[in-house]
């Protein structure tokens, strides 16, 4: 089942209700599970009419925003498979993700467009489409937009790849399925959420299919690590979160910071943590930051598969992680 259903079932009951509150640029913004369909539509359109197929990866390189996701929703819908890169990351990983799983479209903002002047492998790169508002919110009102089928998928079909450093010379896409991303006990469990801060862009579409709102944190985060403890416990007091997804390094500076500073958070009631196990060290300090809190990944069930490619003239290799 493709999880864009769910997003779409969201969207028909509480087409109001806040899907995502994006702090990722100096401002407050917000979208409704609504009008995230409707933009969701636009992008479909955009892919569609220009002759992708099901299946097509692409590539989307874009930060953390309202716009990423309702452009990820859109390939979703047709049955393709985003690719996400930061478009901070180093231009020399950009194109080693482009060799080891080669996009069929490129939907970047005008500014990074730019790097394919210094890129074979962006140039290589059969269509693209610029990123933000005018892909997602352009045409007219959500009236207006027609209806696009969504595409059907196997549990096991691709949702979502993003790429991680493995080792000195290897690159590891990590794959995340429909499947993973959205089942039976996820949705129980993330019901009782309400909102959650997350940096994990698996936990941002889980939450999208349960009904839970997702906080995108301010970009400060990238640009200042240290600062994340002070302004993730602002996003949590806030926005009343219960819930956080949070990368294992950005989790041990809040839990740090927090300590520190005779905080706790008894309010926080579930943690994901992406595919990293907690390491020991960590758990008796987490448990006097968030006495509550009931840790699991962020693909709560099935399996996340990591698939290393390594350079020319090495075997590849598969590794299957339970989830």
Do not use: W
């Given at each position: 089942?493709?999880?864009?259903?769910?997003?779409?079932?969201?969207a028909?009951?509480?087409?109001?209700?806040t899907?995502?509150?994006?702090?990722?640029?100096?401002?407050?913004?917000?979208?409704?599970?609504?009008?995230?369909?409707?933009?969701s539509r636009?992008?479909?359109?955009?892919?569609?009419?220009?002759?992708?197929?099901?299946?097509?990866p692409?590539?989307l390189l874009?930060?953390?925003?309202?716009?990423?996701?309702?452009?990820?929703?859109?390939?979703?819908?047709?049955?393709?498979?985003?690719?996400?890169?930061?478009?901070?990351?180093a231009?020399?990983?950009?194109?080693d993700?482009?060799e080891?799983?080669?996009p069929?479209?490129?939907?970047?903002?005008?500014?990074v467009?730019?790097?394919?002047?210094?890129?074979?492998?962006l140039?290589?790169?059969?269509?693209?489409?610029?990123?933000?508002?005018?892909?997602?919110f352009?045409?007219g009102?959500?009236?207006?937009?027609?209806?696009?089928?969504i595409?059907?998928?196997?549990?096991?079909?691709?949702?979502?790849?993003?790429?991680?450093?493995?080792?000195?010379?290897?690159a590891?896409?990590?794959?995340?399925?429909?499947?993973?991303?959205?089942?039976?006990?996820?949705?129980?469990?993330?019901?009782?959420?309400?909102?959650?801060?997350?940096?994990?862009?698996?936990?941002?579409?889980?939450?999208?299919?349960?009904?839970?709102?997702?906080?995108?944190p301010?970009?400060l985060?990238?640009?200042?690590?240290?600062?994340?403890?002070?302004v993730?416990?602002?996003?949590i007091?806030?926005?009343?979160?219960?819930?956080v997804?949070?990368?294992?390094?950005?989790?041990?500076?809040?839990?740090?910071?927090?300590?520190?500073?005779s905080?706790?958070?008894?309010?926080?009631?579930?943690?994901?943590?992406g595919?990293?196990?907690?390491?020991?060290?960590?758990?008796?300090?987490?448990?006097?930051?968030?006495?509550?809190?009931m840790?699991?990944?962020?693909?709560?069930a099935?399996?996340?598969?990591?698939?290393?490619?390594?350079?020319?003239?090495?075997?590849?290799?598969?590794?299957?992680?339970?989830?």
């Open positions: 089942m493709n999880l864009v259903e769910e997003v779409c079932i969201n028909v009951l509480r087409p109001a209700a899907a995502i509150v994006d702090m990722t640029r100096d401002t407050r913004r917000t979208m409704s599970f609504g009008a995230l369909e409707v933009a636009r992008v479909a359109l955009a892919l569609g009419g220009a002759g992708l197929q099901p299946g097509d692409v590539l874009q930060p953390a925003s309202l716009e990423l996701y309702a452009t990820m929703l859109g390939v979703l819908r047709l049955g393709m498979v985003p690719l996400h890169v930061s478009p901070s990351a231009l020399s990983f950009i194109d993700c482009c080891l799983v080669p069929r479209a490129l939907i970047a903002a005008p500014q467009q730019m790097l394919k002047l210094s890129s074979p492998a140039r290589r790169i059969p269509f693209t489409f610029i990123a933000g508002k005018e892909l997602c352009a045409h009102s959500g009236a207006e937009v027609e209806r696009v089928a595409r059907q998928v196997e549990d096991e079909t691709p949702a979502l790849i993003t790429f991680e450093h493995v080792g000195d010379g290897m590891a896409p990590l794959v995340t399925t429909h499947g993973s991303l959205f089942t039976r006990e996820l949705r129980q469990n993330s019901q009782a959420l309400g909102v959650d801060v997350a940096l994990e862009p698996a936990a941002v579409l889980a939450n999208l299919a349960a009904g839970v709102t997702s906080v995108l301010d970009m985060l990238e640009q200042r690590p240290d600062m994340s403890g002070p993730l416990l602002q996003h007091r806030a926005e009343g979160a219960t819930g997804s949070l990368p294992l390094l950005v989790l041990e500076r809040l839990v740090r910071f927090c300590l520190a500073h905080i706790s958070l008894p309010q926080i009631r579930q943690l994901r943590n595919e990293t196990p907690l390491p020991p060290r960590l758990l008796p300090r987490l448990q006097r930051v968030m006495p509550n809190a840790p699991t990944s962020s693909a709560a099935g399996e996340v598969q990591m698939l290393v490619f390594p350079r020319q003239g090495e075997a590849a290799g598969v590794v299957t992680m339970a989830a």
